[in-house]
C-alpha cells in the first residue's frame, strides 16, 4: 500500500453539453485551471463511447476487453487526476445503463454527451503524487508517498502479511476458486462473429 496526504484546494461545477465529448472537455478544463491533482464526479448521459470491461483474461499484464455503446445511456462516474507524462493523468470509471442493461468501467477515447453531464472536480493539494507507467502491469500507475513519514510512505496494514489469492488457486478450505460472475457478464456482452 502507499499514500499521500494533501488538502482540498479549490471545487469546480461543471456543465458539459450535448455533443461535447466528456474525456476531451474534462481535460481541457483541468489542464486550462491548473488542477495538478484531484477528484471528479459525474452524472448525466451519454450518447456513445468506448470502455474497457474487465481483462480478457485475468493476467498480467491485462489485455483489455472494449466495449462501444451508442444511442443515449445514462451515466454516473468518477475519476482521479494526477500529475503525468504530458500534463494531468486523469483515470475515469463510469456505469453506463439503457433500457434494462448496464456496463460498468474504464470510460476510454470517446464518450460523446447526450443533453448534459455535471460534473464537480475537487483539487487536492499538496499531495506527493503522480501516475507513471508500470512495465509488469502495463499500465499508468499512481505513485504516492507520504513526504512527513520517515520511512517510503509505504504501509502494510494488519493481515496484509499474506499474498493474496489468485483466480485459479484454492482457497483456505482447499476447493478451487471460479471465474463466476465475470465470467457470465464477459460471455454476455462478448460480440458475435459476423
Known amino acids: ?24 472537455s474534462l481535460r481541457r478544463f483541468i489542464v486550462d485551471k491548473s488542477i495538478q491533482a484531484g477528484s471528479v464526479i459525474f452524472l448525466g448521459a451519454l450518447m456513445d463511447g468506448k470502455m474497457v470491461t474487465g481483462p480478457e483474461k485475468p493476467v498480467i ?10 444511442g443515449g445511456w445514462e451515466v454516473f462516474g468518477v475519476g482521479t487526476i494526477y500529475p503525468g507524462d504530458g500534463g494531468p493523468h486523469i483515470h475515469y470509471h463510469a456505469s453506463v445503463g439503457r433500457a434494462g442493461h448496464a456496463l460498468t468501467g474504464c470510460l476510454r477515447e470517446r464518450a460523446v454527451t447526450y443533453l448534459i453531464v455535471e460534473a464537480v472536480i475537487y483539487e487536492i493539494t499538496g499531495l506527493s503524487a503522480r501516475r507513471e ?11 504516492l508517498k507520504d513526504t512527513r513519514a520517515k520511512d517510503s510512505g509505504q504501509a502494510t496494514l494488519p493481515g496484509e502479511e499474506e499474498e493474496p489469492v489468485q483466480p485459479g488457486e484454492k482457497n483456505n478450505d482447499g476447493s478451487e476458486l471460479e471465474g463466476g460472475l465475470a ?5 454476455l456482452t462478448k460480440k458475435p462473429p459476423a
Open 1 to 24: 500500500m502507499q499514500y499521500t496526504e494533501g488538502q482540498i484546494g479549490r471545487i469546480f461545477v461543471v456543465r458539459i453539453d450535448d455533443g461535447e465529448d466528456l474525456l476531451v
Open 61 to 70: 499484464p491485462p489485455d483489455p476487453h472494449f466495449i462501444f455503446f451508442e
Open 133 to 143: 507507467y508500470d512495465e509488469k502491469m502495463q499500465l499508468h500507475l499512481p505513485v
Open 183 to 187: 465470467e457470465i457478464i464477459r460471455d
